[in-house]
């Protein structure tokens, strides 16, 4: 498990659960004039659910397309809260450099929810997601 966003930008690892309120923010900080977080909600157990909007104006709604990702709404199927994080720092990353990807971000609003079911994802423990379930804390699929 990564305890830091350091140690979680490696992309050997599962965050913990404060590591990905972290990183999320980390995205925010380090991007935020194409990148902005919000809370969209909280789990039944009252942990985060967050999204990032992606976009050249992030602060505005555009005439443009707009696309909504979400994952791990099963929270023991962990492997897309990790590629979803991936996805985000890519496209953040890429930015101005890579011409494909920054043409994306400029044409289109991308909201991305890498982790919809915390409750489930860090069911025994927010450190680890091992013991993680589908169900969420009041064991609704």
């Not at 009252?46 to 990702?69: H, Q, R, T």
């Not at 962990?78 to 496209?91: A, H, P, S």
Request: glycine share 4%.
């Amino acid at each position: 498990m990564a305890s830091n966003v350091d140690e979680m930008l490696e992309w050997d690892k599962y965050p913990t659960y404060n590591t990905y309120l972290k990183m999320m923010e980390y995205f925010e900080q380090q991007y935020g004039d194409i990148c902005r977080v919000d809370t969209i909600g909280y789990s039944n157990k009252g942990l985060l659910i967050l999204a990032v909007k992606i976009s050249d104006n992030v602060n505005s709604n555009e005439a443009e397309p707009e696309f909504f990702y979400s994952s791990t709404i099963h929270g023991d199927e962990v492997t897309g809260y990790y590629l979803m994080l991936r996805l985000i720092n890519t496209l953040l990353s890429a930015y101005n450099t890579d011409q494909e990807l920054t043409t994306l971000v400029n044409t289109t609003q991308i909201y991305i929810n890498p982790l919809a079911n915390p409750d489930g994802t860090y069911y025994k423990d927010t450190n680890s997601v091992v013991g993680s379930t589908r169900y969420n804390a009041n064991r609704v699929d």
